[in-house]
């Protein structure tokens, strides 16, 4: 089966590949005006070009670019009474109607014949004349001539492939167009899907020539012309076969891929060959050339997603978006960092070695020196010897009090404030002693240096004046 295929490409530029391989086009669709690589093309996004599509997720709708013999719209060989079938077709078509007539197809009579005139731009007969090709846009998804009107996209679904031993039976629809209207379908390559846990997930992969060739599918095309259009729409189909055992992995079907500018790919173009024949048939067969099959983006799977990393293998280094790669870059740089590091070094050392003896001096000397700077004390020479004064003042009162068996408390804190006053160039005042209460024979609390010693309010006599409870003061006022 063939569902989706690569073809991102001008016809200019598929014209030179072809010839490259040996199959000229003197007919080829113009290019798009706007430089773009992607024109509308059927199933895109509006624009008048209507000439082949270039996307790298070709899907069914499309208009795709077909190589054929330049022959008439009836196909190849004489054009029969029952529109453009031979008598032996007839049976094959199943009884379908004509198709309609225009004015371009003319039937040629027997005296053209004897002459030997055909149709401009055409040959279909063994001898004077070669051959001529062209590369045409078609709509993928073969629509029958007879058909009347455009059928839905359901019906063109089931038309984009033509199994192979379909052919090989007699009748069906296919009669007419195998023996009279053979193609070729040209591609960079094609999708097929893996299927995995019971076809809950399916892994979407790209096959191509290894050479990097054209990939030349054999296909049928038709030409039609609705009853309400004058408009004629030219379609194709893609033949399938079995899977060679490369593709065995993905899908048990194929695209018939004829090899080229071979032989085998001009006898199935050959108007002259115009009957179905076991020849034509054999060339229907497993591709046994050199393929290329990767896994690829997942977004191809939707139809109107379209990018060139659609056929990039997803391990590949130039696909952005595999993630390996960005912890892939992370690490050269890491390591080529560290290499330069490294090398750094090993230059150093070995400019040591050649003799530069000085060479770790001059580098210890090129930082920049720092000088501490002294900062002076805030203490003057005449407080420092005050201060000495006041301490050997302060060992005599402590010694001095020691022998009368006083605590120090008090007298260390007397020092201090002496001390202070000597600093600060004032006098201060001494507190009061104990027993000193200036006749009034109130003692003076202490206070410490070294704890928090509350104070506690003084108690009042009851019978002062103004005061009283609360309550006995409500009593009395009722």
Not at 122 to 150: C, E
Not at 370 to 385: G, L, Q, S, W
């Amino acid at each position: 089966m063939c569902g989706r295929y690569a073809l991102a490409l001008r016809p200019s530029q598929i014209m030179r590949m072809l010839r490259d391989d040996n199959m000229p086009a003197y007919e080829v669709p113009d290019d798009p005006d706007n430089g773009s690589d992607e024109g509308d093309g059927g199933g895109g996004g509006g624009g008048s070009y209507d000439g082949p599509r270039q996307s790298y997720n070709f899907a069914p709708s499309y208009r795709g670019v077909v190589y054929r013999a330049d022959v008439p719209d009836w196909g190849a060989g004489p054009r029969s009474r029952h529109g453009g079938q031979t008598s032996k077709d007839d049976d094959d078509a199943g009884n379908a109607p004509p198709p309609p007539c225009s004015d371009t197809d003319t039937i040629p009579n027997e005296e053209e014949e004897e002459e030997g005139v055909d149709k401009p731009g055409a040959s279909t007969r063994s001898g004077d004349v070669d051959v001529h090709y062209k590369l045409q846009t078609m709509k993928w998804g073969l629509i029958p001539f007879w058909t009347k009107r455009n059928p839905g996209y359901g019906s063109v679904m089931k038309t984009i492939n033509c199994r192979d031993d379909s052919l090989a039976q007699s009748g069906g629809m296919w009669g007419s167009m195998k023996a009279r209207k053979r193609c070729v379908v040209l591609a960079q390559g094609f999708y097929e899907w893996l299927k995995k846990d019971g076809g809950r997930e399916k892994i979407p992969h790209y096959v191509r020539r290894k050479d990097g060739k054209l990939m030349c599918f054999a296909g049928l095309w038709d030409v039609v012309q609705y009853e309400s259009d004058n408009e004629k729409q030219y379609t194709y189909t893609i033949i399938t076969t079995d899977s060679n055992k490369q593709l065995n992995f993905l899908h048990d079907r194929m695209p018939v891929i004829l090899e080229n500018g071979s032989e085998q790919l001009r006898r199935w173009l050959d108007p002259k060959r115009h009957e179905w024949s076991k020849e034509l048939q054999s060339l229907l067969k497993p591709y046994d050339g050199e393929l290329e099959v990767y896994p690829v983006s997942k977004d191809v799977g939707k139809v109107g997603n379209n990018s060139p990393s659609f056929i990039i293998p997803v391990d590949s280094k130039e696909n952005k978006s595999n993630i390996a790669n960005f912890f892939t870059k992370s690490t050269a740089k890491k390591e080529s960092k560290k290499g330069e590091v490294d090398k750094g070094q090993g230059k150093e050392e070995g400019e040591v070695k050649d003799g530069d003896k000085n060479a770790h001096d001059r580098v210890k000397t090129e930082q920049p020196e720092i000088n501490v700077a002294e900062i002076e004390a805030f203490v003057t020479p005449d407080d420092a010897k005050e201060g000495s004064e006041a301490e050997a003042k302060l060992e005599q009162v402590v010694e001095g009090k020691r022998g009368q068996g006083k605590g120090l408390g008090g007298v260390k804190r007397e020092a201090d404030a002496e001390a202070d006053d000597r600093g600060q160039g004032r006098k201060r005042k001494k507190p009061p002693e104990e027993g000193n209460n200036n006749g009034k024979g109130v003692r003076r609390q202490k206070i410490s240096s070294t704890r928090n010693i509350p104070k506690s309010p003084a108690k009042t006599s009851k019978s002062a004046t103004g005061t009283q409870k609360i309550t006995k003061f409500f009593a009395n006022s009722a």
